[in-house]
């Protein structure tokens, strides 16, 4: 058997052969500089001075997601902004059981059935719950979670999604 | 500690004004403070143009234009003013399917959301301490999609396909 391949021609361009973002001598001060603790102390902290801001937004968002209804395009584009910082705003089990709404939207899509609404109600209902809760109870998060992501891989198997 | 960010320009591309404060904040605690801001593509094109930025951090799902038109025109449009910067693309979008179109796109690091900082500054260093070679072919210009190149490395291919990513001359 003959095999025969193809070269296609492709122009490889060294690191040292274009501009780079920052030059070799600044390059070491500025590992130094990612690395050190004074800054990941810094970035603590600017992290801690949003998360308020962030939980404002969360808490719009989770008004927005318990209107949204029937609506499945809009909750499922709001779950996914729940998803993508209700841990930074200090949320975490919203943004845990926002993860595992979107998961399910997504593969429910992905096999062209419709998501059952009683458990896209049930998500919502645990977001909301949980990103208006005086303090995020890890614990009880993490039992929440684990339930309705039990369920929801329960519902996609039996939809023939993963 | 701090320094080698000192004259580092940034531009970030999020539409979401929280994210970008973050960002911002992030940016701003490793010592760069020259940041410009955009909600989507076009207006990051603009932005491009005008700050020059040195590393763009951008979004993945954004209206009009989102992160992998722009990405594709930061790499391939002849008028783009530097197809080698350094693109971090974020995203909450982390199926297979659109990892692999961002990295088909040309982006440099891919950090998922919800963001933190160790995340997005080992990104960073990963692209000071270990540039990636770019690769143009036919079909594609971007960083080189295979991390692992050992440099010299004449063959064997393991894939035909390979030879498509890296000059095999």
């Known amino acids: ?38 800054v990941a102390m810094k970035a603590r902290a600017a992290m ?8 404002d937004a969360i808490l719009d968002h989770v008004e ?24 930074n705003a200090g949320m975490a089990t919203a943004g845990r059981v926002a993860e595992i709404l979107c998961r399910y939207m997504d593969e429910m899509e992905r096999v062209k059935k419709a998501p059952e609404p009683a458990i896209v109600g049930l998500h919502v209902a645990a977001i909301a719950r949980a990103a208006r809760a005086e303090e995020d109870d890890a614990k009880m998060g993490e039992m929440v979670a684990g339930q309705l992501n039990a369920l929801v891989s329960r519902r996609l198997a039996e939809a023939g999604a993963r | 500690m701090s320094g080698g960010f000192e004259y580092l320009k940034a ?35 603009e932005a491009l143009r005008l700050r020059r930025p040195d590393l ?22 002849q008028n783009s ?31 998922a959301k919800p963001i933190t900082a160790s995340n997005l500054f080992s990104r960073i260093a990963e692209i000071v301490e270990r540039p990636r070679a770019f690769v143009r072919c036919d079909s594609y210009f971007g960083p080189d999609r295979r991390r692992h190149r050992t440099e010299g490395y004449g063959g064997p291919w393991r894939r035909a396909e390979d030879m498509e990513d890296v000059d095999v001359r």
Not at chain 1, 8 to 36: C, H, W
Not at chain 1, 75 to 83: D, K, L, P, Q, V
Not at chain 2, 56 to 77: C, H, I, Q, S, W
């Open chain 1, 1 to 38: 058997m003959t095999v025969q391949t193809i070269e296609k021609k492709a122009e490889f361009i060294a690191p040292d052969a274009y501009p780079q973002m920052i030059g070799k001598q600044n390059g070491v001060r500025a590992l130094q500089t990612l690395q050190s603790e004074h």
């Open chain 1, 48 to 55: 801690e001075a949003h998360a308020p801001m962030l939980r």
């Open chain 1, 64 to 87: 927005a997601l318990e209107e949204a209804g029937t609506d499945l395009a809009q909750t499922f584009a709001i779950a996914h902004e729940i998803r993508n910082f209700a841990e």
């Open chain 2, 11 to 45: 531009l970030i591309v999020e539409d979401n004004s929280h994210m970008r404060a973050l960002l911002r904040a992030l940016l701003n605690s490793v010592g760069i403070t020259d940041i410009a801001e955009a909600a989507q593509g076009q207006a990051a094109i």
């Open chain 2, 56 to 77: 763009v951090l951008t979004d993945l799902a954004m209206k009009p234009m989102d992160g992998l038109e722009f990405t594709r025109y930061v790499r391939n449009d």
């Open chain 2, 81 to 111: 003013p530097n197809p080698f910067i350094p693109i971090i693309m974020i995203t909450g979008h982390t199926e297979k399917h659109r990892v692999e179109a961002a990295r088909d796109a040309g982006v440099t690091e891919l950090l």
